[in-house]
């Protein structure tokens, strides 16, 4: 009895003493500006944040498939900067890469759509012309040209692994989005149960992006 209490006794200055890395107070909610909506971040998972749009929302397309439209590690949507180099096109417009169903019966397929500075919403179509189940897309632009990366996952190979694919709109070449390049492996995983460095399962299935200077 007497170890327990010393033990007890012992336990509650050291819990004094790191109580803040047992209990953390909620950050202060920032607000995030945007030129069409505002953020307020908040840190409880349970509340909704506060968001104001200066335009009323518009449908861009109706899916049947309505889980996560994007991918797990990035947005599915980027801002373009004003203009796109090295032909000085007008740009300054949105894009955005996600997944679409048309019906049950119909692949999951990696979509784009494009928003034009004026509002205006082009219809969406898909990114690549491979009649290939598609998921989780990541997007990323080049500040230079302009040009969208987007890159996501499926099986294009007879191992039937999850490879990971990518395809950029040259926005560059004719001024405005639609000219894609042909889908093209950037990750090629192993065929599925092939160890990697010991390790089962070791494959790279969520894209995510990044465009360098």
């Not at 200055?13 to 908040?42: C, G, M």
């Not at 032909?87 to 049950?104: H, K, R, T, V």
């Not at 632009?141 to 990518?166: C, G, K, M, R």
Request: aromatic fraction near 12%; hydrophobic fraction near 35%; charge should be negative.
């Amino acid at each position: 009895m007497r170890q327990k209490i010393i033990l007890l006794l012992l336990f509650i200055p050291i819990y004094l003493l790191t109580a803040s890395d047992f209990q953390q107070n909620s950050r202060i909610a920032k607000e995030i500006n945007h030129r069409h909506f505002r953020i307020n971040e908040n840190n409880f998972r349970d509340n909704k944040p506060e968001i104001t749009f200066e335009i009323t929302p518009q449908q861009i397309i109706n899916s049947l498939y309505d889980y996560m439209q994007g991918g797990y590690n990035i947005p599915p949507l980027i801002l373009q900067p004003a203009n796109s180099e090295p032909y000085s096109y007008p740009a300054d417009g949105i894009y955005l890469a996600f997944m679409f169903q048309q019906n049950a019966s119909s692949l999951r397929r990696i979509y784009y759509s494009y928003i034009h500075s004026d509002g205006t919403i082009q219809t969406p179509t898909s990114v690549s012309s491979n009649s290939v189940r598609e998921g989780f897309a990541g997007i990323a632009l080049d500040p230079v040209t302009a040009n969208p990366f987007v890159a996501w996952h499926s099986i294009v190979e007879p191992d039937q692994s999850y490879d990971n694919s990518f395809s950029f709109d040259m926005y560059n070449v004719i001024g405005g989005p639609g000219l894609w390049t042909q889908a093209q492996i950037c990750v090629d995983n192993p065929e599925i149960g092939l160890e990697i460095a010991g390790i089962s399962g070791n494959e790279y299935v969520w894209p995510e992006l990044r465009v360098g200077p």
